[in-house]
């Protein structure tokens, strides 16, 4: 079992960061991200958390071998969310769908505001990967591999959410520019 943990601060507060989430797929930082379809979503009235449930299409670069082996290079993961106005907070759990018979990949992730800066948004990411133990001569070797490419795509992922942001920071400027009086 391989474990991988990381933080990141994005210099954005919450709502933008949150927003940014949401728009996030497609960039051109993360091609591998084919589709994202909503399977369900639920407004709490009340409470005014918003809970998502997401299938995520992913074609990931894979070994010729393997794709020989498993049919394909397309895998679908699993995703549920949770947004909460009042406390600030975006926590995603996500679980990968297809081979997971073979190597189960969850994954946790929490934005938050900065308690250095509530200007800025916290970002906790951790995940877990395991490959099946009927590949025991293989798994240390499978979980590496996907261990590898696991912490490349999150550092792409980082920058596909910040080339997004900058995306909606244009936006809104070229709002806020439009929406002024000329001279």
């Not at 399977?39 to 009340?46: A, K, M, S, Y």
Request: proline share 5%.
């Amino acid at each position: 079992m391989r474990l991988f943990e990381a933080t990141h601060v994005f210099k954005h507060d919450w709502g933008t960061v949150s927003l940014a989430n949401w728009r996030k797929y497609p960039n051109d930082k993360t091609p591998h991200v084919r589709h994202v379809e909503i399977l369900n979503q639920d407004l709490d009235p009340e409470t005014g958390v918003l809970r998502t449930e997401r299938l995520i299409m992913v074609r990931q670069n894979v070994p010729t071998l393997l794709r020989k082996l498993f049919g394909g290079d397309t895998s679908y993961v699993l995703e549920y969310s949770e947004a909460d106005p009042r406390e600030r907070t975006l926590t995603m759990q996500s679980q990968n769908m297809t081979y997971s018979n073979l190597l189960s990949v969850g994954e946790h992730i929490v934005y938050k505001p900065d308690p250095e800066n509530p200007g800025h948004t916290l970002f906790i990411q951790s995940a877990q990967l395991k490959a099946c133990s009927a590949m025991y001569r293989l798994a240390n070797k499978v979980e590496d591999m996907c261990f590898n490419r696991f912490c490349d795509n999150a550092d792409i992922g980082k920058l596909g959410l910040e080339q997004v942001l900058s995306k909606i920071l244009a936006e809104r400027q070229a709002q806020s520019s439009a929406a002024s009086p000329s001279a």
